[in-house]
C-alpha cells in the first residue's frame, strides 16, 4: 500500500506508460499469491502522454477493486490484462477466466461495482462491466487523453 501511495504521488511516473506499467506490475503481484496466472497483453510502445497523480489514484483504485472481486468472487484461475491506446484513448481491460455472474441480478456486487464506475468518472473515464454465468468477467476503463 505504501508503494501504491508513493507511485500515486511521483510526478516521474505521470504518463500513460508510466500507467499501464505499473498497473500491469501491479495486476502480476496482486494474483501471484493466489497461485494464479497474470497474462499480459500490451502494445510495444506506450505514449508518454501526461496522466494527473490523482487520475492515476483513481485508476488503480480501480483496477485494484476489479482485482479484488476476482480473487474473492469470480473462482478463476487467471486474468488478462490488456493496454490499447486508440484515438487519443486508454483502453484498461481487466479479464478473469471464473465463473462469472448475472449482471441483472448482482446486487451483492453493486457497490462495488458502482464503486468502479464511479472512480472512473473521477478519472474523466468510463467503466463498463461485463458478465454472463460461466463466461467470466470483464471490466473495461476506457478514459480519454488529453
Not at 20 to 26: D, L, N, R, W
Not at 31 to 40: H, I, M, Q, T
Not at 80 to 93: D, G, I, K, S, W
Not at 118 to 126: F, M, V
Amino acid at each position: 500500500n505504501l508503494d501504491a501511495m508513493v507511485w500515486t504521488v511521483d510526478p516521474e511516473h505521470d504518463t500513460v506508460a508510466g500507467l499501464v506499467e505499473y498497473i500491469a506490475g501491479f495486476a502480476q503481484e496482486y494474483v501471484a499469491p493466489a497461485g494464479w496466472a497474470c497474462r499480459l497483453d500490451l502494445p510495444p510502445r506506450l505514449p508518454d502522454d501526461p496522466v494527473p497523480a490523482a487520475t492515476r489514484h483513481h485508476v488503480l483504485l480501480l483496477m485494484k477493486e476489479a482485482l479484488n472481486n476476482a480473487l474473492k468472487h469470480s473462482g478463476a484461475t487467471g486474468v488478462t490484462f490488456r493496454a490499447t491506446v486508440e484515438r487519443r484513448t486508454l483502453r484498461l481491460e481487466l479479464a478473469d477466466n471464473g465463473r462469472g455472474f448475472d449482471p441483472a441480478t448482482s446486487g451483492r456486487f453493486s457497490d462495488g461495482l458502482g464503486n468502479m464506475r464511479e472512480r472512473a468518472r473521477h478519472a474523466g473515464g468510463r467503466c463498463e462491466i461485463t458478465s454472463q454465468p460461466g463466461q467470466g468477467a470483464r471490466v473495461v476503463l476506457t478514459l480519454p487523453l488529453e
